[in-house]
Structure formats: C-alpha cells, structure tokens
C-alpha cells in the first residue's frame, strides 16, 4: 500500500499514539501516563494506566481497557476504565511494569 504525502502528514498531525506504542505497553506491560481530553472536560487532564487490551467500541472507535491508577478522574479512586485513542494527546510509557493483579496508586504505601 502507498501512502500519499498527505497521508503521512494526517497520521502525523491526528494521531499522538500509535497502535504499536500502545500494544508495545501492553505486552511489556508499562504504566503509562497519558494526557486524555474526556469527553465532558475543559481541558485535558493526566491519567496513570495500566494497558490492557486495545480494541473497538460499540460505536467503532479505538479505544484502549485499562486500569487506571492514578491522575483526574470523574469516578472515586482507581477504576477499569476505557480510553478512546483518538482523545489521547499524549502517551509516555514510564520504567513502572505493572502485573496481573492491578495496583491503586491512590492506596499504595
């Protein structure tokens, strides 16, 4: 498949992650932070996640399950959550390697 200079350029411009950054963190496993526009947010907030699948919703949009363990969110404490990837403007793997066994960075000592 060819891919047009203007291709390239829109993947460049409209997507912060790539599906292999995403699956990289999953299969590592690395906690990553990542800057997410919520839906019903002014303005974007930071989130800690452990990946977990990456997938589509009901609707068709990528999005990636994961726990979140740290950072704003609507909810009380850490929680499953599922992240859509088009309103993740950043994603920054960090050194952490999470296991099966999900940890609440709220709750850590």
């Known amino acids: 498949m060819s891919l ?13 992650v790539s599906n292999n950054q995403i699956i990289d963190s999953i299969k590592q496993p690395f ?11 002014a303005k974007p907030s930071w989130r ?3 990946p977990y699948v990456l997938g589509t919703s009901k609707a068709s949009n990528l999005i990636v399950r994961g726990f979140q363990a740290a950072g704003f969110t609507t909810t009380e404490g850490s929680t499953w959550k599922t992240f859509r990837v088009d309103r993740i403007l ?3 793997p960090s050194e952490f390697r999470f296991g099966n066994k999900p ?3 709220y709750d850590a000592s």
Not at 31 to 41: A, H, N, P, S
Request: proline content about 0%; cysteine-free; glycine content about 4%.
């Open 48 to 50: 800690y996640i452990d």
């Open 90 to 92: 950043q994603w920054q």
């Open 4 to 16: 047009s200079l203007y291709n390239i350029f829109e993947e460049i411009i409209l997507e912060s």
């Open 103 to 105: 940890i609440n960075a």
């Open 31 to 41: 906690r990553v932070k990542i800057l997410y526009q919520g839906e019903d947010e």
